[in-house]
């Protein structure tokens, strides 16, 4: 069997953590909408430019990709939490996983990114702090009448309260 070329595939969080990153051959990609997010100047955007100096190639995903990673992001109650630049991570290593030779392993401290992951099938990595060990799914809770919406749900349609975030566990990784 063919062992596959990991590809690994990082995120804002990485290049802000400001832990030295270093590509020693690997392949390491990121998206367009990661490169937006970093202001020219700074010292992370200093970082960057060093990456792609050193071989750290911009790709933008597909669109059937970001479509897929879209919807379902919004069945986990994560899209309200990921921003562009995190769609597009997500929907790169989606692309790169469906290629036969390559997978894709996402570099990110960001926990909506990695639980999307898991419930992509999609190997991550956690950077700086520890990787999350469970999935999780965001519902919606409404602090008037203390029910509960399994879809996320901005209004309480019962009391009309503006509702909050909570996490629900959801099975072991
Ligand atoms: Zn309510």
């Known amino acids: 069997m063919l062992l596959k070329k990991q590809v690994f595939i990082i995120d804002t969080s990485a290049i802000l953590s400001g ?11 990121t998206t367009p909408g990661v ?6 100047g700074g010292r992370d955007y200093q970082i960057f430019e060093f990456l792609k100096e050193t071989g750290l190639v911009i790709h933008a995903p597909s669109k059937e990709a970001l479509a897929h990673v879209k919807a379902t992001a919004h069945q986990t109650g994560d899209d309200a939490r990921l921003s562009t630049a995190d769609i597009e991570i997500l929907a790169l290593a989606y692309d790169v996983n469906r290629e036969p030779e390559t997978e894709a392993v996402i570099l990110t401290d960001d926990y909506s990114i990695q639980n999307l ?12 702090q ?10 919606s809770r409404c602090p008037g009448c203390e029910r509960r919406f399994q879809e996320p749900t901005k209004i309480c349609p019962v009391c009309g309260t503006r509702t909050k975030s909570a996490l629900r566990r959801q099975q072991d990784l």
Do not use: Y
Not at 19 to 29: G, V
Not at 35 to 40: A, C, G, I, W, Y
Not at 117 to 128: C, E, K, P, R
């Open 130 to 139: 520890k990787e999350i060990t469970k999935k999780f799914k965001w519902v």
């Open 117 to 128: 992951a898991a419930t992509l099938h999609i190997v991550f990595q956690g950077f700086s």
């Open 35 to 40: 490169s937006d997010e970093l202001r020219p």
């Open 19 to 29: 832990k030295p990153i270093q590509l020693n051959n690997r392949c390491m990609m």
